[in-house]
T-cell receptor
């Protein structure tokens, strides 16, 4: 069993829809939770970062963490065609020396259609 | 451009050849990471440097792989005797000492033929 599970999609929605992306995890040591967006053949770009249970909002994006259920979500409101990308959840704990080791989900491919 | 810079962006090599990738982190970021990503998968952790010290290595990093970060600035990732299974995107990332945000470069694509 993978430490982080994420539905690969693809997910296709009409413009303006609310998108819900989800990940589950099994490692209780994870302390930090992130969502990255990755366009085709590009590096991942950080969208949201949180370390506590609850909701965090940034513009059209809301990240939700439920540590008791080991479940995280990303909501995108008023989705736009430019949101079409692969969305990766990532989780981490602190390594020796203070670094983070990110463990990623497989990514969910999202397409927002006109 | 003040982001993480990687070179080359694309490399096609024959099986058995050696390849080297270079990463220039964001200025003053003392923590540097290498990840590998194959099609349809999320990035997988390979190794981590704090300044010039390599503090963590994944078991994915076989003996054919070596990473260095001389003087704690840029880093290189060398793959010796490449195999077709090494075909992937190699991502470099960096983080400042007290921050929690990890910034990724655009990646170096490797195709082994």
């Amino acid at each position: 069993q993978k430490e982080v599970e994420q539905d690969p999609g693809p997910l296709s929605v009409p413009e303006g829809a609310i998108v819900s992306l989800n990940c589950t995890y099994s490692n209780s040591a994870f302390q930090y939770f992130m969502w990255y967006r990755q366009y085709s053949r590009k590096g991942p770009e950080l969208l949201m970062y949180t370390y506590s249970s609850g909701n965090k909002e940034d513009g059209r994006f809301t990240a939700q963490v439920d540590k008791s259920s080991k479940y995280i979500s990303l909501f995108i409101r008023d989705s736009q065609p430019s949101d079409s990308a692969t969305y990766l959840c990532a989780m981490s704990y602190i390594l020796t020396g203070g670094g983070n080791k990110l463990t990623f989900g497989t990514g969910t491919q999202l397409k927002v259609e006109l | 451009d003040t982001g993480v810079s990687q070179d080359p962006r694309h490399k096609i090599t024959k099986r058995g050849q050696n390849v080297t990738f270079r990463c220039d982190p964001i200025s003053e970021h003392n923590r540097l990471y290498w990840y590998r990503q194959t099609l349809g998968q999320g990035p997988e952790f390979l190794t981590y440097f704090q300044n010039e010290a390599q503090l963590e290595k994944s078991r994915l990093l076989s003996d054919r792989f070596s990473a260095e970060r001389p003087k704690g600035s840029f880093s290189t990732l060398e793959i010796q005797r490449t195999e077709q299974g090494d075909s992937a995107m190699y991502l470099c990332a960096s983080r400042e000492g007290t921050g929690n945000t990890i910034y990724f470069g655009e990646g170096s694509w490797l195709t082994v033929v």
